[in-house]
T-cell receptor
Framework: DAGITQSPRHKVTETGTPVTLRCHQT?????MYWYRQDPGHGLRLIHY???????DKGEVSDGYSVSRSKTEDFLLTLESATSSQTSVYFC????????????FGNGTRLTVT | GDSVTQMEGPVTLSEEAFLTINCTYT??????LFWYVQYPGEGLQLLLK?????DKGSNKGFEATYRKETTSFHLEKGSVQVSDSAVYFC???????????FGSGTRLSIRP
C-alpha cells in the first residue's frame, strides 16, 4: 500500500473555529489532492498541489485553504468551520501524468457542530 | 467539459451472480479510464485501468474494456462474492491533466 497517513482520523469541532487536517506521504509523489465525500455528491476536489508551494483550486474550494511546504506534507485548513463542511475528507497522491492512478488515505471524518 | 456517468445504485445481487456496472464518459481526445473500489471505512483503491481504446483492464476477476465508439468502460465480473460488496467509482483523466474526474459511485451489495 502507498504510504499515506491522514490525521486526525476523526474530529469534532464547533462552528467558527479553524481546523487543519494533515496528509503525510512517504512515496515522494509530486501530486497531492484533497477531496471531500458526501452522500449524493460522490468525490469532489477541494484543492490540489503539483509541487512544493504549487497549489490550485478544485471545484469546491470556497472556505478552504491549503499549504505544501514540503513534498511529503499537504495541509488543508478550514478557516472558519461551518456545518456544511461536515464531511469525510480524503487525501490522495499521484506520481503524475494521465496514466498514473491516485492512491488514497483512509480519510478524516470531520463533524462541525 | 469532461464528465463520467455511472449507473445509479444500489445494486443488490446474490452470490455467484453476474455483475455489470455501466459507465459512460464525455471527453475530448483520448483519456485514460479507471475503476476504483471503496470498502467501508476506507479510502478508494485502484481496481483496474485502461489507457487506450480496446484495452481491457482486469484485476481480482473484474474486467472492463475501453470502448471509444460507445464512450463506455463497463465493469463486469462473472461470479460475485459477498466480499465484493463496496462502492465502485468510474473515473477518467488526460495525460496532460493533473485532475481526475470521478463518477458518482455505485453501491454494490451481495447477498449470501
Amino acid at each position: 500500500d502507498a504510504g499515506i497517513t491522514q490525521s486526525p482520523r476523526h474530529k469534532v469541532t464547533e462552528t467558527g473555529t479553524p481546523v487543519t487536517l494533515r496528509c503525510h506521504q512517504t512515496e515522494n509523489h509530486r501530486y497531492m489532492y484533497w477531496y471531500r465525500q458526501d452522500p449524493g455528491h460522490g468525490l469532489r476536489l477541494i484543492h490540489y498541489s503539483y509541487g512544493v508551494k504549487d497549489t490550485d483550486k478544485g471545484e469546491v474550494s470556497d472556505g478552504y485553504s491549503v499549504s505544501r511546504s514540503k513534498t511529503e506534507d499537504f495541509l488543508l485548513t478550514l478557516e472558519s468551520a461551518t456545518s456544511s463542511q461536515t464531511s469525510v475528507y480524503f487525501c490522495a497522491i499521484s506520481a503524475g501524468g494521465g496514466n498514473s492512478p491516485l492512491h488514497f488515505g483512509n480519510g478524516t471524518r470531520l463533524t462541525v457542530t | 467539459g469532461d464528465s463520467v456517468t455511472q449507473m445509479e445504485g444500489p445494486v443488490t445481487l446474490s452470490e455467484e451472480a453476474f455483475l455489470t456496472i455501466n459507465c459512460t464518459y464525455t471527453a475530448t481526445g483520448y483519456p485514460s479510464l479507471f475503476w476504483y473500489v471503496q470498502y467501508p471505512g476506507e479510502g478508494l483503491q485502484l481496481l483496474l485501468k485502461a489507457t487506450k481504446a480496446d484495452d481491457k483492464g482486469s484485476n481480482k476477476g473484474f474486467e472492463a474494456t475501453y470502448r471509444k465508439e460507445t464512450t463506455s468502460f463497463h465493469l463486469e465480473k462473472g461470479s460475485v462474492q459477498v466480499s465484493d460488496s463496496a462502492v465502485y467509482f468510474c473515473a477518467l483523466t488526460h495525460s496532460s491533466a493533473s485532475k481526475i474526474i470521478f463518477g458518482s459511485g455505485t453501491r454494490l451489495s451481495i447477498r449470501p
